[in-house]
């Protein structure tokens, strides 16, 4: 049996790599927010003046700019309204530009007389309320539609076209580029957590704003396209094709994803689609597809082994892609996306199982505030735990948990449960965040535990959930009051002995 002993620093040696590749971006990401929308959008609610004496209570419209309220990125997400769906139209060039209609359908939540939308970067060359061409302004990170008149309950459309080359953009929450990427071999995928939604397409972009999807991409022949959900049409063109894709589970902004690749294709995955029970099929570039990675097969193993500890798989399918030029993963929901270098890794199956947890820690399941992201990181590097048990037994999980918990001691891990802004993702929320979990096991034992989880993966599928829904789940069902060992493990400053 191949020791798991290593396995701690496959983390660590993740993120310094990818921080050393990036370090030299480090510089210039200040971590500064945004400019705030305009005092016109940003003005307390406008009161209309009646003009006529009729009885009627004519309705208060207010601008619907403020944002949503994450303590840690300020103007993501904007209030007002909740996105219902969004079609992006996307027409890919090979000079690398793109020309796109994104159209959002939303439902008002307040009589508003403006609305903001998230949008950074690129042309904006028209915008549409209703089938209207309407005013619009950029203010910062922000598109700002006004003035409008929706009454709160409308179901309302807004399309906006616009043309640009995309790039990647600087986070304040991760010290490398993130968003749209161009990879090599004519590669483009985007990787958007934890804010660059915005950078793509103009979203609420927010996780508390679930919605479903459609993708129409236009790409030149040769060209392959693969997005969340399902293919549901191919259309041939004479030059162009055009990829639709559809995914019909709530989706967060941030974990949308396209990925385009030359001559790529849908590899299925007969072994895992027999274990797991829905489709396995991965998006790989030719050489990978001709001879894909031998790992990718332990795929279905890992959904039965995850149902067994979280609950039902909660989309209709699952598959990785993978990309040059990238030394991480992302869980892109249904649609993982994996650096080359991850699938060469010798760890790859436990960033493999690790990727896999995320949909329903992360993707069904999602932050309800990016301070929270140990619910997300925690709990999907514990799924690295529980493979360990799986495949060596119970006796290498806790020589796995001693070994990490030993290194994290050493290297001095602060608390997991409130990370810095601007270090959202650093080795504690991963580590110490699946301490915490070892810890409620070790406490409540495995049948209190593991109902805990698949009670919580139940309860907030589909949405969102904070530190405090899971603590009362795990109260719940164990029957009794846990704040001790949660606040000790979430915020204490040293690991607990
Ligand atoms: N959530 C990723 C993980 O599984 C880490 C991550 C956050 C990331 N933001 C990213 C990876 C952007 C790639 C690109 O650990
Ligand atoms: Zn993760």
Known sequence: MPTTRNLFYRWEMTRSSVLLVVGLLAASCTGESEPAATDAAASAPSTSTPTTTTTTTLPTFVAGAAGIGDDYYASLGNGGYDVDHYHLDLAYGDDGSVSATVVVTAAALE??????LDFAGWQVERVEVDGDSSVFERVGEELVVAPVK?????????????TG?????????????????????????????????????PSNDHPLDKSTFTFAINVPNGLSVAANGELVEVDDGDATTTYHWSMTDPMAP???????????????????????????SNF????????????????????????????????????????????????NQTLSVFGRTMVESPYFEYVLVHELAHQWFGDSVSVGAWSDIWLNEGFATYAELLWVEELYGPGAYREEVANRIQAAT?????????????????????????FVLVALRDEVGDDVFFETLRTYAERFSDGN??????????????????GDLFSTWLYDEQIPA
């Not at 009589?111 to 903001?116: A, G, R, T």
């Not at 929706?150 to 616009?162: M, P, R, S, T």
């Not at 974990?255 to 396995?280: C, H, K, M, Q, R």
């Not at 990675?293 to 082994?305: D, H, I």
């Open 150 to 162: 929706i009454l709160a309950g409308d179901v309302f459309k807004v399309e906006v076209d616009y």
């Open 254 to 280: 941030y974990l949308a994803t396209i990925v385009i690749g030359d001559g790529w294709t849908f590899v299925d995955d007969p072994v895992s689609t027999e274990a797991a029970g829905i489709p396995v």
């Open 410 to 434: 050493i290297a001095g891990y602060g608390p997991p449960g409130t990370p810095a802004p601007d270090d959202l993702f650093n080795a504690s929320v991963y580590q110490r965040g699946s």
């Open 465 to 482: 959930a904070t530190t405090e829904d899971f603590i009362s789940a795990a109260e719940e069902i164990a029957g009794r009051d846990l």
């Open 165 to 201: 080359t995309p790039e990647p953009i600087v986070s304040s929450a991760i010290p490398f580029g993130i968003g749209w990427h161009a990879g090599p071999e004519r590669e483009q995928f985007v990787a958007a957590e934890p804010d660059a939604a915005h950078s793509w397409f």
């Open 284 to 331: 790989l570039p030719p050489d990978l597809a001709a001879d894909p990675p031998a790992a990718l097969e332990t795929t279905g193993k890992m959904v039965r082994v995850l149902e067994r500890a979280f609950g039902p798989y909660p989309f209709d399918r699952y598959g990785i892609a993978v990309v040059g030029g990238f030394p991480a993963a992302l869980e």
């Open 111 to 116: 009589n508003l007389d403006s609305f903001n």
